[in-house]
């Protein structure tokens, strides 16, 4: 059975089992053998992983949290709204998420580490405490203090479980970790994962990698409030137990099915009636070498992958378009100019075949459909690059030795095979799509950020996350947490017009032959927010958790790692 029929065949008895957590006492007297109140793990994990990836994934449909964080890392822009700062707490996607990663996911993979305790069967029991350890992790890194001490040990009746403080849940975390390696390293199982664990197969190697790796991320995260110094030398010093390969990294994966629709919630946008999601053109000019700060006259061979133009160069769009470069069509951030609504649906431009398993732009433009691709890229976790990224942070910022010019070399160049590995992997696309391994414009690309890095001393720790963020784009909530950590990258300010070659008047863009006749400047306004420094709680869990705390204040609010 195939890692992604897993996924179809699992999801729905997984769903199950969380709507009879709630009610088991009440079926205990009469039991109904077509209606159990028990699963088995091999049943509930499937649901409990998927139920990662959608949690925290971009989708316009049943995306999560990513589908805010990417417009406010400005990688996506909107009309709706995120744009200009503006979730609130009752956002579709802010209160999606958290039922989907309580629920779907928490609730199950607890029950999995009780039943696989209480039957020997410790690898199943070091899978759930790693995919919790990460989910929770995620919540903190976002929302700041989450439920964690009573809503995951599922206590009878429990429905209204306190806030714990996010400076004591992370300690936590570690621990659990450890338990998980220990058991994850047992070979007391009655039973073992196979093809029902879709991220690895039952590998539990690769599992040990994907929870020290974490360890990692988490160590760095807090570098600016305790030191790490020891545990990261630790963990660097048994490399063979660390995230090492492409094919190691830590996803959550999508099929091609249409019929159950297990595709990545973000290649929804291919399908949609009404496409809200544009590409951003600070993400754009980025990656075409049109920025004025860094990677300037460095286009990046990753743009036909990471973008695909319905538009032709040439093609007249069915109205005017607030930004358009050759076949690129998009609306700015924090725009208040008379071209913002207007409707684009056949003219935007939308992610590609990587990060959602679209179309790669061969030059050949066409209207986005299902037929645009198989959209079974994977969420991404934690992978080979983002570690490699890691390291050379730590190195900059002089936690422990090395050369963060050739740890970013190798991070750069990871992120590359990245894409080859997701496309012929996972994607597996009808269409032609080239390797970027090996090609001449990647060495050329590569050399020349090198060459600017060591150019720009002041810049490099900038340099080093703006790789790290072209890197990782679709998964975005890293991004979001990297950028309150570092300051970095540099975000489009929609009120300095200098930001852009273009400002906000229309190009053409250095020299493009089409640029966007006729389109009226995109107006700034005054931004409604300035940048919030953690997500507000979603507004059902506040109205119905007494034991929930008073709204937070977004733009104050600091997670505990935050200095």
Not at 20 to 29: A, E, G, V
Not at 79 to 91: H, K, L
Not at 207 to 221: D, E, I, P, R, S
């Amino acid at each position: 059975m195939s890692i992604k029929s897993s996924i179809i065949k699992y999801s729905v008895l997984g769903i199950l089992f969380t709507s009879f957590i709630s009610c088991k006492k009440y079926l205990d007297i009469n039991t109904d053998p077509n209606n159990p109140t028990t699963i088995d793990v091999s049943k509930l994990l499937p649901t409990a992983e998927r139920g990662v990836g959608d949690g925290l994934s971009m989708g316009s449909g049943t995306g999560g949290l990513s589908e805010v964080l990417a417009v406010y890392m400005h990688q996506m822009s909107t009309r709706e709204q995120p744009d200009q700062y503006g979730a609130t707490a009752s956002n579709f996607f802010i209160e999606n998420a958290w039922p989907t990663l309580y629920l779907n996911s928490l609730s199950n993979l607890e029950q999995i580490v009780i039943d696989a305790t209480e039957k020997g069967n410790r690898n199943y029991a070091g899978i759930a405490k790693v995919l919790k350890a990460y989910i929770v992790s995620q919540l903190v890194d976002v929302f700041g203090d989450v439920p964690y001490s009573e809503i995951i040990k599922l206590k009878e009746g429990n429905r209204y479980p306190k806030f714990d403080d996010d400076a004591t849940i992370y300690p936590q975390l570690f621990s659990l970790l450890d338990e998980a390696i220990d058991d994850l390293k047992s070979d007391e199982n009655v039973v073992t994962p196979g093809t029902d664990d879709v991220i690895y197969d039952g590998d539990t190697d690769k599992w040990v990698k994907a929870a020290n790796t974490l360890k990692l991320k988490m160590y760095v995260q807090v570098r600016k409030v305790q030191d790490v110094t020891s545990e990261v030398t630790a963990l660097l010093a048994n490399d063979d137990e660390l995230i090492g390969t492409t094919d190691e990294s830590f996803v959550i994966p999508y099929g091609p099915v249409g019929s159950t629709d297990d595709r990545n919630p973000a290649f929804g946008d291919y399908i949609a009636s009404q496409r809200a999601n544009h590409v951003s053109p600070w993400f754009y000019e980025i990656l075409k070498g049109y920025n004025l700060n860094i990677l300037t006259s460095n286009p990046d061979p990753r743009l036909p992958y990471y973008i695909f133009n319905q538009l032709g160069k040439t093609e007249t769009p069915a109205g005017q378009t607030e930004y358009r470069d050759s076949a690129f069509v998009s609306i700015y951030f924090g725009s208040g100019g008379p071209d913002r609504d207007r409707n684009q649906q056949t003219s935007i431009s939308l992610f590609g075949i990587y990060p959602v398993g679209g179309r790669y732009d061969d030059g050949v433009p066409q209207v986005g459909s299902t037929a645009s691709g198989t959209g079974a890229a994977p969420y991404r976790l934690i992978t080979y690059a983002d570690r490699l990224y890691l390291e050379a942070e730590l190195i900059k910022a002089e936690i422990i030795d090395g050369d963060a010019k050739a740890k970013l070399k190798e991070a750069i160049e990871e992120s590359f095979a990245q894409v080859d590995w997701v496309v012929t992997e996972h994607v597996k696309p009808s269409q032609t799509v080239p390797k970027l391994e090996g090609a001449a414009s990647v060495q050329t690309y590569i050399t020349k950020a090198l060459a600017e890095y060591d150019a720009k001393p002041a810049k490099q720790l900038e340099i080093i996350m703006t790789q790290k963020w072209l890197s990782s784009v679709g998964s975005h909530v890293d991004q979001y947490t990297d950028y309150r950590r570092t300051g970095f990258p540099i975000l489009f300010d929609p009120n300095n017009t200098t930001m852009a070659p273009g400002g906000f008047v229309q190009p053409p863009i250095n020299g493009d032959p089409v640029g966007n006749p006729g389109a009226q400047p995109a107006v700034p306004v005054t931004l409604s927010r300035v940048f919030p420094l953690s997500l507000l709680w979603p507004q059902t869990e506040l109205e119905a958790n007494p034991n929930a705390p008073s709204q937070k204040t977004a733009a104050t609010y600091k997670v505990f790692w935050m200095p």
